[in-house]
């Protein structure tokens, strides 16, 4: 008989439930050399604040709920469902994408980035199993059986469908994408459900290290594309992918994709879902016990944007109705001091291209912008003329083609670096850059 208290790590006294025991299977965290089979993942909740209280809501003030209100039980379970869902797809998404590492730094941080994700989804398979009884445990199944991109079966929401075929696309999954994760998992760790919120705190924790892999390494192309520019004294974008390293264009294209797509992410502009769900008390706002209002949000208004004609109209709306909009302008005003950080890479070199986060509108499929056709920077074009550009505002074939053609083996000597990216400022855990970050046996 297993040890199940010493297999799997956890700090929710999984020793003692037999049915747990029995549903999830063994697992350990590892921070150091481990063979992946080996792999074992932890179940982790920020300990529990007895005073907790629902902090929005009509329940607002009361103690937070230490198990599922009937009454909510069936949208917290499609809460907690919908955010698992995202988890493994990211995986799914990245799975070839060792086969091209840039470096065994790329290679070790790729793989911290699936296994945590892998953890998140666990994290979410253990509270429909503690919780939500038969139907989570079935949830929990369904969550295995669909896959990122199936035609049949596929993930939950759009952007987790998109293949990611290429460590530039990675990159910017990890910065915009991840980011998004962020901004759900701080909503979700307001719950009034209690052990929803204090496995989302502990999940940001590692959400914060996804970021940084994207930033960082979306940074560390950008440049590398500078250096080679500016050695060379070129700046036509076929010049450019002549010394082997991605122009600056392109790189702009991947962006507009990844942002417009995860925009789509946060749902329509106004949702009575959205707005039933704060209402509930059972997901809030980004740092909503740091706002200062009353939390209730009965007469507040917030501005929403909508195509009226060949125009784009602001409109108030009730601010309940517009939670989805207002979390995405919160991660928006994050993304773009993230822009502005690369920005800063390309001004440093001194030369003169800037990088732009392209009109919220541009390219969506879901809420008031989708359906129209927007240009990046907010005209509403007909189908027409927004096809004849297309491929200057998002990545073409001829684009992806070229980026895959960078990476088409992976670098794997201690400290060596692929062409089109340049070394990180620093290695992992105080470890040089010629460190053994994986092994290969
Ligand atoms: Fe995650
Ligand atoms: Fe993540």
Request: hydrophobic share 35%; aromatic share 12%.
């Amino acid at each position: 008989m297993i040890n199940y208290t010493e297999k799997i790590p956890n700090n929710v006294d999984l020793g003692r439930d037999r049915v747990l025991q029995r549903a999830l299977p063994d697992g350990w965290a590892q921070f150091d050399y481990i063979k992946m089979p080996e792999y074992r993942w932890g179940i982790f909740l920020q300990p529990r604040d007895e005073k907790r209280q629902v902090n929005f809501g009509i329940h607002k003030g009361q103690p937070a709920w230490q198990d599922v209100p009937g009454e909510y039980r069936s949208i917290l379970r499609r809460i907690i469902v919908t955010q698992g869902d995202t988890e493994p797809a990211s995986v799914e998404q990245q799975k070839m994408l060792g086969l091209s590492c840039p470096s065994l730094y790329d290679l070790r941080n790729i793989f911290q980035v699936n296994v945590e994700e892998g953890r998140h989804l666990w994290a979410m398979v253990y509270l429909l199993h503690r919780y939500f009884g038969r139907d989570g445990r079935e949830e929990a199944e369904s969550l295995l059986a669909r896959r990122s991109g199936d035609t049949d079966n596929p993930r939950i929401l759009g952007a987790f469908n998109e293949p990611t075929p290429d460590w530039l696309a990675f990159y910017m999954f990890t910065f915009f994408t991840d980011r998004d994760g962020k901004f759900q998992l701080c909503a979700l760790a307001e719950s009034g459900f209690d052990p929803l919120a204090r496995t989302c705190r502990f999940m940001l924790t590692e959400e914060a290290h996804h970021m940084f892999v994207g930033e960082s390494g979306v940074s560390r192309i950008i440049q590398r594309t500078c250096e080679v520019m500016k050695e060379n004294k070129v700046d036509a974008p076929s010049d450019v992918r002549a010394l082997g390293v991605i122009d600056l264009q392109t790189i702009q294209r991947y962006l507009n994709f990844h942002y417009s797509v995860t925009l789509d992410l946060y749902g329509s502009d106004v949702s009575s879902n959205a707005a039933n769900y704060y209402t509930s008390g059972l997901k809030g706002r980004f740092r909503e016990t740091k706002l200062e209002d009353d939390h209730i949000l009965r007469d507040a208004m917030y501005p929403v944007s909508e195509v009226v004609g060949d125009k784009i109209k602001t409109k108030q709306v009730p601010a309940l109705t517009a939670l989805n909009e207002r979390l995405r302008d919160d991660y928006i005003e994050e993304i773009q001091a993230g822009v502005d950080r690369w920005q800063r890479v390309i001004d440093e070199a001194g030369i003169p291209f800037r990088l732009t986060l392209p009109h919220k509108g541009f390219h969506r499929e879901i809420g008031n912008f989708a359906g129209h056709f927007i240009s990046t920077t907010g005209e509403i074009l007909t189908e027409e003329q927004w096809r004849s550009h297309e491929f200057e505002w998002l990545p073409s074939p001829k684009d992806y083609s070229y980026v895959q053609s960078l990476m088409s083996g992976r670098v794997a000597e201690l400290g060596k670096f692929a062409n089109w990216i340049a070394p990180p400022v620093k290695g992992v855990n105080g470890k040089p850059l010629d460190f053994q970050y994986v092994r290969f046996n």
